[in-house]
């Protein structure tokens, strides 16, 4: 059989295409602030993770340009031959003192974080237990590792006590979950994870891509909303959103770092990543260190429009923390229709078809005036 039949098979894209609902990649051609220009016109920006409203600050443009020109644009090896520069180094002892850990380490992207972690971390002897609902990243870690996989339902602690009551006890064991849930906001209940682990001598392991940052008194996410920051064992977190760049990270006991920084494959056969995204998260940390406003900003403005839709009787997942608001849809074609007559009247949202949920993300540069028309506009789409 011709291994390119399945792809001669796939007709979805163009079918899309031709009946006018294809919804994904937009060209964008602007800074992705509160608007951006996306196929040619202003839009309304509500579908990025840029909750800080960083992405076209001048400090973090800035502070890319001069690693742009002391470092040049890549490194050309790995961490452990010739790509730690100082500008790593930095990046990684601040955000281990501000995550309150020993030591961090980063990776090229998030997606890679959680494939290098799992993997150095996990073998074929252990136990892993997750959210069925955790981003695929983690999953495809867990793949990666050759551990055994036991999910639980979505937010049902009492089957994960469950299993793990009904572990191995010769078995290593692993609990990992996001912390925001990217699909509509909610937050892992972490004391009740720790307690978990605490119990049934597990480790825990928290992925808060879409919480550090956007959530927390200070920004430092999900386990500093919960009071849990000295509890969790392994945080982990991207640069894509928050800190407006690219790569992840890992901050852990140094001994835990040091192990997946000389073990994991995934982090010492890849490429470091490029100083100039070093630079930028760097520079985008420290502006959420002096201003955390930032990320009480961008929640106040999710729930601005939380408040609105309710008032307008638009069903939305009423359980969010952060800065993510997701309404929900009738079926996968209304999806893309909707999410496309938004487009036509300039914002811009996400289409998440397998939660049956229009996806949208608010960040701390957002006005009053733009969110009203947010929510006017959803109205008129949602009358239809």
């Known amino acids: 059989m011709d291994l390119f039949k399945k792809c001669y098979e796939f007709t979805a894209v163009n079918e ?6 294809y919804p994904y990649c937009p060209v964008v051609s602007d800074k992705q602030t509160d608007v951006t220009v996306m196929n040619g016109n202003k839009t309304i920006m509500i579908g990025s993770s840029n909750y800080l409203g960083l992405s076209g600050d001048e400090r973090v443009i800035e502070a890319a340009k001069i690693a742009l020109d002391k470092y040049g644009t890549g490194v050309t090896g790995t961490r452990l031959f010739n790509g730690t520069t100082d500008i790593h180094l930095e990046l990684e002892a ?17 997606f890679q974080s959680n494939v290098a972690i799992i993997g150095a971390l996990a073998g074929a002897d252990d136990l892993i237990f997750g959210d069925d609902t955790n981003h695929e990243s983690i999953l495809t870690g867990i793949k990666a ?8 339902p979505h937010d049902d602690y009492d089957a994960l006590e469950d299993a793990l009551l009904h572990a191995d006890s010769n078995k290593g064991k692993l609990i990992i979950v996001d912390g925001v849930f990217s699909y509509d906001g909610s937050l892992a209940d972490v004391p009740r994870l720790v307690e978990l682990k605490n119990k049934y001598g597990a480790r825990l392991m928290i992925d808060d891509s879409h919480g550090f940052g956007s959530v927390g008194n200070t920004g430092r996410g999900t386990c500093e909303y919960y009071g849990s920051m000295d509890d969790v064992d392994i945080l982990m977190a991207t640069f894509s959103k928050c800190l407006v760049s690219v790569g992840g990270f890992v901050a852990a006991e140094e001994s835990v770092v040091n192990y997946i920084s000389h073990t994991a494959v995934a982090y010492t056969n890849t490429a470091a990543l490029p100083p100039v995204n070093a630079a930028a998260a760097l520079a985008a940390l420290k502006i959420l260190e002096e201003e955390p406003w930032r990320g009480a900003k961008a929640r106040e403005n999710a729930e601005y429009v939380r408040e609105k839709l309710r008032e307008k009787g638009i069903r939305f997942a009423d359980n969010a923390r952060a800065p993510i608001v997701s309404i929900y849809t009738k079926d996968e ?17 996400n289409v998440l078809v397998d939660n049956g949920v229009i996806r949208t993300c608010y960040n701390a540069l957002h006005t009053q005036e733009e969110l009203d028309y947010v929510v006017e506009q959803f109205v008129d789409v949602f009358a239809d």
């Open 16 to 21: 899309a295409k031709a009946a006018g609902i």
């Open 94 to 110: 601040e955000l281990a003192g501000f995550t309150g850990k020993e030591a961090c380490t980063v990776f090229p992207t998030g």
């Open 145 to 152: 590792s050759g551990a055994q996989y036991i999910p639980y």
């Open 333 to 349: 074609i209304s999806t893309y229709i909707k999410c496309l007559q938004l487009m036509a009247k300039g914002i811009y949202t």
